[in-house]
């Protein structure tokens, strides 16, 4: 794609989003990664392009917030899956397995975007805010800031994309330790080992081709080839 064809998708897109009608139709993400493969399309164009995601995010995610805040809940509910699992030594039983559950639950809910969130800081990615994208994906998300994210080398942008479907891979077998410490039944131990392969399972038979592992290696690609 020709840097005038870029100009044009942009063009596009720009009177799509100011209309309402979002990014679909508009070639937009083409001419993203056309620019994602030329360092000096880059600089033409990373500031728009961020630009024009931001508008189009402010119109799909359900429910945004402010990166203080949703940081700041994230942190709180990484928090309370740790109460949680505190909570359950005391306990017997089944009290004792959900208390711990409830805890694996947190955790794995608010560890996801944080782990992409603090690893993508570190690797000199921004972000803008938090969001729920909707009712059927209700697991909070981080907002890339997308000139910062244009900026950044393909290969860190790769890492900061699998860097929370790891995290979500290794809480449940981190957790096997503390179920037995904690004298819960065989069966809840079991369940964390199981919980673990299943998401596993879930990242080979999906993720690769529709979440973080899916944007790690398109984000390869573009490192392969720079």
């Given at each position: 794609m020709e840097s005038t064809s870029i100009e044009q998708v942009l063009v596009a897109a720009e009177a799509q989003v100011a209309a309402g009608h979002g990014l679909a139709g508009t070639r937009f993400w083409a001419a993203v990664a056309e620019v994602k493969a030329d360092d000096g399309l880059v600089e033409s164009y990373a500031n728009r392009i961020a630009t024009i995601?931001?508008?189009?995010?402010?119109?799909?995610?359900?429910?945004?917030?402010?990166?203080?805040l949703g940081t700041t809940l994230a942190f709180l509910g990484t928090a309370t899956g740790l109460i949680l699992i505190g909570v359950s030594y005391?306990?017997?039983?089944?009290?004792?397995?959900?208390a711990f559950?409830?805890?694996?639950?947190?955790?794995?809910?608010?560890?996801?975007?944080?782990?992409?969130?603090?690893?993508?800081?570190?690797?000199g990615i921004r972000f803008t805010g938090w969001f729920i994208a909707s009712l059927t994906r209700p697991?909070?998300?981080?907002?890339?800031d997308y000139e910062s994210y244009l900026r950044t080398?393909?290969?860190?942008?790769?890492?900061?994309?699998?860097?929370?479907?790891i995290v979500t891979k290794i809480i449940p077998f981190a957790l096997v330790g503390a179920a037995v410490a904690a004298e819960l039944p065989t069966w809840a131990v079991l369940g964390l080992v199981v919980i673990?392969?299943?998401?596993?399972?879930?990242?080979?038979?999906?993720?690769?081709?529709?979440?973080?592992?899916m944007k790690y290696r398109r984000e390869m690609k573009f490192a392969q080839t720079s």
């Open positions: 995601d931001q508008a189009a995010f402010a119109q799909w995610a359900l429910l945004t917030m402010p990166k203080g005391p306990l017997d039983g089944l009290a004792a397995v959900v559950y409830l805890g694996l639950g947190a955790l794995l809910t608010s560890t996801h975007a944080l782990a992409h969130l603090i690893v993508g800081q570190i690797l697991q909070p998300g981080v907002k890339i080398p393909a290969i860190r942008r790769a890492w900061m994309h699998a860097s929370g479907a673990g392969i299943v998401t596993i399972v879930t990242d080979v038979l999906w993720s690769t081709t529709g979440s973080d592992w």
